[in-house]
């Protein structure tokens, strides 16, 4: 399958510039072949949690809608995160939207950054999420969570092939990023996808770095700090030969990691 990472540098609050941006990313990534896009966390409109309440939408409604409307009319799949309204409360939701402009299912953010002050303003999520896609079990995570092995364990143990992350990674920790990101493909023996935000969004500077990581750690694709449109195409027949080569799921213990953990 061949995916494309929209890397963009998100205007504060500013709905409309930052659709324009992805309106034509996603329209260049169809025109590569592309079956899936990936875009940042909260890319229509960073991290303007004060203003989240206004710049929500309701599932299917606003900024979900346009984009359902986009994936159908370039016949590609997109995921990315929003600002979800929930009745009197907001949520940071990553739709898995198909080509038919139908959501499959929806990941909410578990893990709330209290550095960038989620947990005053954001419900966290509840469940995992791990969808049955024609090219294979894929799952999802936001951002913060790639530090919670715990998450992406699980969706290993349960079949996933791929895990598809968006993320305002700051570009002080950027090293976290790509250190984790290739962790977490290893030790899962999974593609990992990772879209980040670049340059200054309000008074933080996100620092880039996309990449697709393959289940051997082998990097893929990666992006510098500058906006980018990174494609590749990937063979998730790769995951069964190497999960196949380091048989690791049939060696662990898990009776042996309860308790303290």
Request: with cysteine.
């Amino acid at each position: 399958m061949t995916i494309s990472l929209v890397q963009m540098n998100i205007a504060l609050g500013d709905v409309r510039k930052n659709l324009r941006t992805v309106e034509e990313a996603v329209t260049e990534a169809a025109r590569r072949g592309s079956h899936l896009v990936v875009l940042p966390e909260l890319w229509a409109t960073g991290y303007a949690l004060e203003q989240g309440s206004t710049l929500a939408s309701d599932l299917n409604t606003g900024i979900f809608a346009q984009v359902a409307a986009l994936a159908t009319q370039h016949k590609v799949c997109i995921v990315g995160s929003h600002l979800e309204r929930r009745g009197h409360q907001v949520a940071n939701s990553a739709p898995f939207i198909d080509p038919r402009g139908q959501v499959r299912g929806v990941y909410r953010k578990i893990h709330l950054f209290r550095l960038m002050d989620e947990d005053r303003y954001l419900q966290p999520g509840s469940a995992p999420l791990l969808l049955d896609l024609p090219w294979g079990a894929t799952a999802f995570a936001i951002c913060y969570d790639l530090r919670f092995p715990e998450l992406f364990r699980r969706y290993a143990v349960e079949g996933a092939k791929l895990i598809v992350l968006p993320a305002e990674w700051p570009i002080e920790r950027i090293e976290h990023w790509r250190a984790l990101l290739v962790a977490r493909a290893i030790e899962n023996q999974c593609f990992m996808i990772a879209c980040n935000a670049c340059g200054q969004t309000g008074d933080v500077t996100f620092g880039g770095h996309s990449m697709i990581v393959d289940p051997w750690g082998k990097v893929i694709v990666e992006v510098g700090e500058q906006p980018a449109l990174a494609t590749a195409e990937i063979d998730l027949d790769l995951v069964d030969a190497v999960r196949k080569r380091i048989p690791v799921f049939d060696d662990r213990r898990p009776e042996l990691y309860t308790g303290s953990l």
